[in-house]
Structure formats: structure tokens, C-alpha cells
């Protein structure tokens, strides 16, 4: 039985005012919907020389130990967390635009933190706002900069210059944390968005995905290789502006890991252990003035081995060892 339009159309508008509109929109190509060019639908940076834009950038790289069971309460067995996190605040400058549509730009440093722990032991913990931080050498690099070139897809192309800024380390700094800061696939990671799709010239409409693979190594644990799948879903119109919202999640890729597996083949060490990964991320894009708003991508992985001689129907706890890796990535726009 076909319902009566007279009684379904106030029942909708009811359901509308009542949840405050939500799911009433206009889809595309509904009355009072409104028609985006390709031009508005483009999910490409934007450059122009001289424009500046001040960032926050944070890279997390971390990873924990844990011991359960009757090993849990053995001195022998000592588990914590051991990692990096680095947060920087950074003004870009646009200084030139290349005829292939590639930026030079120029990254200021204006603030840094790092937090460095070794078994839950805190090795360092700066603050370049803290004054009492001001002699440590790692405040050498406030006011420093280096040069990267970037396409419109968010790539890092190359670094073009970051000579001068390891020059105000010098030798004061270890050398993982320098490099942590100022190696070149430490600042391409930093800069790069991967969740722009590469074809820049082509608009995208709700519900296009794309795709990019990411090699993750985990030292003992082998390297895992994950495909990362990204999709448009949605653009609002917002102050004269159009915000694109793209979401990621990743799977693990058979193909790609074969391959891998030929030319670094796994630790035996690790195919003892279950393991459990969750990739994801969020980019919000500004499409009218090309730029990013806020991007984050978070990889947790988790491994256990568990006693194999513990009864499963025991009350008692296993033994078992539990290990967990963080990796953090995230980009915000801070004017």
C-alpha cells in the first residue's frame, strides 16, 4: 500500500523540527541544495608568494611493554613505555610559486616541545615557553628555519635547505633527537598531507576514495604494510567558505606486504604473537582558500603471546606479555 502523501509530509517535517533539521538537508540535486562548481570541489593546496600560515604539528612515536599474569608482580619482568613525543608550532611562508605548480616555502620555527621517556623514565621534557628551558641547547632552534618544496597534492617533494638550522644544534644534541627534528624524512613526514588525493585536477563529490600505501617497521615485531583509504564525505558551505571533510581508514595489504617479505623477511620473534591494528585519521580541508584546517592520522597496534600452557578454563590469570605501539601524526591550522 502506497502511504498518503497527506499525512507523510507533515510527519517528515515534524521529525525534522523535533531533531533540529538533522538529515534534512537538501542532498546534491535537491530542491534548495546548493551546486558546487568542479573549481569547489577541487582537493588541492593553493599557494601564492608571500602567504603565511601558522601551524601546529605533532609526531608521536611510541611504544609499551607489558607483562600480566604472575609475571606481573616478578622484579625480573619490568615492562613502562619508551618514545617521543614532539609538538611544533611553525609559521610557513610561501616564497615561490614553480611553473610545474610547486611551492617553495619557507618553515620558521616559533615554539617546540619534546618529551622523551625510556621506560616510563622521563629522559627530557622541554618547553621552549618555559623559561627555565631557555639555556637547553634545544632552544637553539626557536627562530631557525628550513625550506621544503610541496605540490598541490600535499606532497614533500624534497627538502631545499635545512643546513642553517642543524647548524644551531651543532653537536649539543643527540643524535635520534636531532634527527627526530631536522632529518629529511622527519620534516617531509611533518609537512606532508597524505590525505589529498594525487590527481589535482580533477574535482571529487562525496563518496570518491582514494588510496595510498604506508610501510610501518616495528623493529622486532617486523613491518607491517597498510593501505590507507581515503573518503570524501561531504563539503558544507560555511561563511562563504566550502570545508571539505575526508576520513581514513586503513587495512593491512597482502600484495604489498609479500613483497616486502621478499626483501626483508620477517623476524620468527613475531609470528609467535596475535596482533591487533586500528589506522585511522581525519582531514578537514578548506576548499576555497586551499588549506588545511585540522589532519590527524593514529596507527595503534597491539601484540600478545599468551602462556601456552595456561588452562583456559582456569580462574587464574595467564602469563602473558602484551605489546603495544603508538604512531601519531596531526597537522592544525592556528590562524
Not at 637547553?136 to 617533494?157: C, R, S
Not at 623477511?265 to 578537514?284: H, V, W
Request: net charge negative; charged share 25%; proline share 6%.
Amino acid at each position: 500500500m502506497v502511504p498518503n502523501k497527506t499525512y507523510v509530509l507533515p510527519a517528515l517535517i515534524a521529525v525534522c523540527l523535533l531533531f533540529g533539521n538533522a538529515g534534512c538537508t537538501p542532498g546534491p540535486g535537491e530542491p534548495g541544495a546548493e551546486k558546487l562548481s568542479p573549481e569547489q570541489l577541487t582537493l588541492a593546496l593553493k599557494f601564492a608568494p608571500g602567504q603565511t600560515t601558522k601551524y601546529r604539528a605533532v609526531a608521536e612515536a611510541k611504544k609499551g611493554l607489558e607483562f600480566e599474569g604472575s609475571l606481573a608482580d616478578d622484579p625480573a619482568f619490568k615492562g613502562g613505555q619508551t618514545g617521543t613525543r614532539i609538538e611544533m608550532v611553525f609559521t610557513q611562508e610561501i616564497e615561490q610559486v614553480q611553473d610545474n605548480g610547486r611551492a617553495l616555502a619557507k618553515v620558521t620555527i616559533n615554539e617546540l616541545k619534546f618529551h622523551d621517556i625510556s621506560k616510563n623514565k622521563v629522559l627530557l621534557d622541554f618547553d621552549s615557553s618555559d623559561e627555565k628551558n631557555k639555556d637547553n641547547p634545544l632552544a637553539k632552534l626557536i627562530g631557525q628555519n628550513y625550506t621544503i618544496e610541496i605540490d598541490p597534492a600535499g606532497q614533500v617533494t624534497r627538502v631545499v635547505e635545512a643546513a642553517q638550522a642543524r647548524a644551531a644544534l651543532g653537536g649539543r644534541v643527540t643524535g635520534y633527537r636531532r634527527a627526530a627534528l631536522l632529518d629529511n624524512d622527519a620534516i617531509m613526514e611533518r609537512h606532508t598531507i597524505a590525505a589529498l588525493p594525487d590527481t589535482t585536477e580533477q574535482s571529487a563529490k562525496p563518496g570518491d576514495d582514494w588510496s595510498r600505501i604506508k610501510i610501518m617497521p616495528f623493529g622486532l615485531m617486523g613491518t607491517k604494510v597498510y593501505e590507507r583509504i581515503y573518503v570524501l564525505k561531504g563539503v558544507k558551505a560555511k561563511g562563504g567558505r566550502h570545508i571539505a571533510t575526508i576520513e581514513m581508514n586503513a587495512i593491512p595489504t597482502a600484495e604489498q606486504a609479500e613483497q616486502l617479505h621478499k626483501e626483508r623477511p620477517d623476524n620468527p620473534f613475531s609470528k609467535m604473537f596475535d596482533s591487533i591494528d586500528k589506522y585511522t585519521g581525519s582531514l578537514t580541508f578548506d576548499i576555497t582558500s586551499g588549506a588545511v584546517r585540522e589532519y590527524i592520522e593514529e596507527l595503534k597496534s597491539e601484540w600478545l603471546i599468551v602462556d601456552p600452557a595456561a588452562q583456559p578454563d582456569s580462574e587464574k590469570i595467564p602469563d602473558a606479555l602484551r605489546m603495544s605501539a603508538l604512531r601519531l601524526h596531526s597537522l592544525e591550522r592556528l590562524d
